[in-house]
């Protein structure tokens, strides 16, 4: 079944993948220090999420981009308050009840790992600490 942007989905496994702060983002900036920036995360099973986009890679180019057609890469959009476009292979996720509430930013990942002042935090699992 192919997904629509907006879509809620589940993930239905544990999923690697990375996030990149884009407040840390600046042109030019040289790849190893890009590189740097990322973060891996481990997305849980479970989590509630909006369908961004398919996504393919164009070889020679070496960029990835949104597509119209169903592809093994996708974007999905993790939070609430705050959001994170993650890059997640589309066997991870699958079509779920669209009435469900998206997954805050810090129940999607594994908390604890998270310094005190990381942006996630800014999207809070207790609705009374918005």
Aim: proline letters at 8%.
């Amino acid at each position: 079944m192919k997904l629509q942007p907006g879509q809620k989905v589940r993930f239905v496994r544990d999923t690697d993948t990375h996030f990149v702060d884009p407040r840390l983002v600046h042109p030019g900036i040289d790849d190893d220090a890009y590189a740097r920036l990322h973060e891996p995360h481990r997305v849980v099973a479970g989590s509630i999420a909006c369908f961004g986009a398919y996504l393919v890679h164009i070889e020679g180019l070496s960029i990835v981009t949104e597509t119209t057609a169903q592809t093994p890469l996708c974007e999905v959009i993790l939070g609430r308050t705050r959001s994170w476009e993650a890059r997640v292979p589309a066997e991870a996720i699958e079509p779920c009840d669209p009435t469900l509430e998206v997954t805050p930013l810090c129940a999607c990942v594994d908390s604890t790992l998270l310094p005190a002042t990381h942006c996630f935090r800014e999207d809070p699992v207790d609705r009374e600490s918005e």
